[in-house]
């Protein structure tokens, strides 16, 4: 794992997690739909899979899945608000074959075997704690020969320490891998890598995801989300974090070519 100093704050992130949840946004990681829609190419998805969406957020990716591919979905997530607002997009999509629920990664309520497809994106980069508790519960719901498909964040193992540094700062919640800890990780924890995509963090921000963010949320909610941002003093110290830490990552240029992201797949051995 790429070390930073440890700059931690005493913040509880569960406020910014849920406020993002309330106001709606539908993609939290680098790569937007974009990544999305590679990574699910790579699983091998049909109608016949029996899919969890773990951290599934506002439920775009799980919904993406039960529409594309008529697939089974079990999303979960952490945050109440998360869930809630999930629920509510499967209800307006009309779609029956997707179901959430709050739950924990580290403590799945589900039996062994259950799943053919387990599908994350940017959850282990925020999980606190050892990260291969959360992949060996995840292993254990898989069915034999049943694959786990991830969007992670990373760090190059050369980032200078003064640029982990700073992004520790900004982002205390993160704590970023390079793609061969996270090879290692998925290995150690039985399974079988079959893919392992590194993409730059440079153009991830694109004129098309940021009309599929508008439209997603309506101008309504948008303008309801930018104007809490500013006038509630919680709220815009959150806001000032991430934007802090996107600067970083995706549009320094001293420091850009440091991070982005990576699509890894592996097979339940």
Known sequence: MVQA????EEVDWSKWYNFQGRMGIPIIHLGGTRATTDLLALCDLSEKSEVLDVGCGTGYTACEI???YSAHVVGIDVSEDMIAKAQERARQNHLKSVEFQVADVLELPFQDETFDT???ESVLIVLPGEKRDALTEIVRVLKPGGVLGANEDFARSETPDEVLDCLATALPLMSLLTPQDLRKLFEDSGLEVMHCIENSSKGVI?????VNIIKTMGVVRLLSYSLRSVVDPEIRMFA????????IMIKRKDTMDFFG???IVGRKL
Do not use: C, F, W
């Not at 100093?5 to 931690?8: A, E, G, P, Q, Y």
């Not at 694109?206 to 940021?210: A, D, Q, S």
């Not at 000032?240 to 600067?247: A, D, F, K, L, Q």
């Open 5 to 8: 100093k440890d700059t931690r």
């Open 66 to 68: 039960a529409q594309k």
């Open 118 to 120: 387990v599908i994350m």
């Open 206 to 210: 694109t004129p098309r995801e940021v």
């Open 240 to 247: 000032r974090h991430y934007r802090e830490g996107s600067n």
């Open 261 to 263: 992201y990576v699509l």
